[in-house]
């Protein structure tokens, strides 16, 4: 999927629990919920929201990090996981994926 089909696929998904909303970031577009920022759609993919607390989950599932390159040329990691197989073909999967990030993301508000 193309970043507008992903972001037409998380409205739809994220319908049953609220509107979402979304604005331009350099890598894509970042998606919110009640203003809360828990997921992305970058290189068309979409990555949730990941914090300390949340990691194993994702690791269970084997989600991979967004990585960007520092100046330097060295690897970061941002605070992303890749979004299960499942996420983007079955609207219940999508949900409980966005809710680790939508939990990652009011823990990293109130910080």
Same mark, same amino acid.
């Not at 203003?35 to 914090?51: K, S, Y």
């Given at each position: 999927? #193309?970043? *507008? ?7 739809? @998904? ?8 979304? !604005? ?5 577009? $970042?998606? %919110?919920?009640? =203003?809360?920022?828990?997921? @992305?759609? $970058?290189? *068309? ?14 690791? $269970? $599932? ?10 330097? =040329?060295? &690897?970061? %990691? *941002?605070? %992303? !996981?890749?979004?299960? *197989?499942?996420? %983007?073909?079955? /609207?219940? /999967?999508? !949900? ?6 939508? &939990? &990652? =993301?009011? !823990?990293?508000?109130? #910080?």
């Amino acid at each position: 999927m #193309n970043e *507008e089909q992903l972001i037409s696929w998380v409205r739809k @998904c994220m319908q049953p629990i609220g509107p979402i909303s979304t !604005r331009p970031i350099m890598q894509g577009q $970042a998606i %919110y919920l009640e =203003g809360v920022l828990f997921a @992305c759609v $970058a290189g *068309e993919q979409l990555w949730f929201r990941t914090d300390d607390e949340s990691d194993l989950v994702w690791d $269970a $599932a084997g989600s991979e990090w967004l990585r960007g390159t520092k100046k330097d =040329g060295s &690897a970061t %990691y *941002e605070p %992303y !996981r890749s979004a299960p *197989e499942s996420a %983007y073909t079955d /609207e219940k /999967e999508m !949900r409980k994926w966005a809710k680790q990030g939508m &939990a &990652a =993301g009011r !823990r990293a508000k109130k #910080n």
